[in-house]
């Protein structure tokens, strides 16, 4: 009688348990940049949500290690102290963090001491060691939630194996997504048996959409990597909609979702919101307080004096004036890479430079031919129409010449212009002169080391 009261029992709670709901939220940054005055309010909404459930999970994107002169100064010079990104990332009790096409652009030496400091798994499955052949951060991650098993996917654009450092380039290599993807998902499938797949992926909703509709096992897909807002589903090949979403850069806007599960059964939704006009979280601002103070001086430091208000136009000409110094290749090509593309007369301090060039790009010279210029400087202007599906500043590209023109079709000339678009950032090359990825690599004539920051005005 004893037994059978027991089986009863446990028959019992078993059907409540399955007839449940369980309701695990998500929130994703992504391309945060060392925005941390909008993460400070970040860190308020996943408070709050973390105290109407503890089961919330966190995720960020990718590209959170460059794009400010505190960050530049934790990455590269105060190197003994805590990186900044890796405190207030561990205060915010993140789950799991993406590696961004900018953040492998650091070096090895930043992102890995980067990686030693996370209280949290710093995860991407496509970034492999050439020589040895396994991955350079952990494939992917589990997560338990209240007896549930999230496995989460984390995958980074294919570019960024161009935006790795001239020396590391030959010791790495980023496979497609699409294949990392079909590889790590039946790992993950066979080893983990997990309740729900999540992706990780920084990479736009072009590339990320065909990868989802290339591969069975995904629940819902986060995207990044183009500052764009995306809500959109794609279909997998056995025909399960996947919900994709994607959010803006600067941490402006942030991805909310949430997984519920009820008798075996998985219900997805989600959004993208903003966080303006949200306060910001006053233990956060106490805690970065020490590394604000500690970055001050460099990011006041004065790198030049100029006599003359600088225009966006005048801007535009000193990086051009930088690439052909540093170069002395027959053509430049450059873009603004910020919108704040002006600065006034008088000292210039390392903060104005990070705030109309915050990105350690270096430069490349290339071989393009003058039909494949032409055909390239014409794509960027219609980009810029009010139509235009790509309407961004960094693609917005100009061109300064050492030789005479108009430029022969059939002739080869030297170009230089800045990693981001020798990357094929904004897909320039590709859509713009037309060349394939082979044809790109083959064109490279020379990687250079320098930082085209430290060299504007001729510092």
């Avoid at 105060?78 to 900018?102: I, L, R």
């Avoid at 004036?321 to 919108?339: C, G, M, R, W, Y």
Wanted: hydrophobic fraction near 40%.
């Amino acid at each position: 009688m004893r037994s059978l009261f027991l089986i009863l029992f446990i028959m019992f709670s078993l059907f409540i348990s399955c007839s449940k709901e369980i309701v695990i939220p998500i929130i994703v940054t992504t391309d945060v940049h060392g925005a941390f005055e909008n993460l400070a309010s970040v860190s308020t909404l996943v408070n709050e949500k973390r105290n109407e459930n503890n089961d919330l999970i966190l995720f960020d994107n990718g590209d959170f290690l460059q794009g400010t002169p505190m960050l530049y100064y934790f990455n590269n010079i105060s190197t003994k102290e805590m990186n900044v990104a890796s405190v207030m990332m561990n205060y915010m009790k993140y789950d799991a963090a993406n590696v961004g096409n900018h953040d492998i652009e650091t070096g090895r030496s930043v992102y890995k001491k980067v990686e030693s400091e996370f209280l949290f798994p710093f995860i991407c499955a496509n970034i492999n060691g050439m020589k040895i052949p396994q991955t350079l951060f952990k494939p992917y991650a589990i997560i338990n939630r209240n007896s549930l098993k999230i496995a989460v996917l984390a995958l980074t654009t294919h570019n960024s194996e161009k935006a790795l450092k001239p020396e590391e380039s030959k010791q790495t290599i980023v496979e497609q997504m699409s294949e990392s993807a079909k590889k790590w998902i039946k790992v993950i499938r066979l080893k983990e048996k997990p309740d729900a797949i999540i992706g990780l992926f920084h990479e736009g909703l072009e590339i990320s959409q065909k990868v989802v509709e290339n591969t069975d096992g995904f629940d819902i897909v986060f995207i990044g990597h183009d500052h764009l807002k995306h809500k959109v589903t794609a279909k997998s090949p056995a025909g399960k909609e996947v919900l994709i979403l994607g959010a803006s850069d600067r941490a402006e806007s942030i991805i909310s979702a949430e997984i519920r599960f009820k008798s075996g059964m998985k219900k997805i939704t989600g959004d993208v919101t903003g966080v303006s006009g949200i306060m910001a979280d006053e233990g956060f601002e106490q805690k970065i307080r020490k590394y604000r103070e500690l970055s001050d001086n460099y990011e006041n430091t004065v790198v030049a004096d100029i006599g003359a208000v600088e225009s966006e136009t005048s801007i535009i000409d000193i990086i051009h004036s930088t690439l052909k110094k540093l170069t002395n290749a027959d053509i430049s090509i450059t873009a603004p890479v910020a919108k704040t593309v002006s600065i006034t007369a008088g000292k210039v301090t390392n903060r104005d430079l990070f705030n109309f060039y915050p990105f350690d790009n270096h430069p490349v010279v290339l071989k393009l031919s003058g039909l494949e210029i032409a055909k390239l400087i014409n794509y960027s202007e219609t980009l810029q129409k009010s139509h235009g599906k790509y309407k961004r500043l960094y693609n917005d590209l100009s061109a300064v010449y050492y030789v005479p023109t108009p430029l022969e079709n059939d002739l080869f000339y030297t170009v230089a212009m800045n990693s981001y678009h020798a990357n094929n950032g904004g897909s320039m090359l590709s859509n713009g002169a037309g060349l394939s990825e082979t044809e790109i690599n083959q064109r490279v004539v020379k990687i250079y080391p320098e930082n085209i920051r430290d060299h504007l005005f001729g510092n």
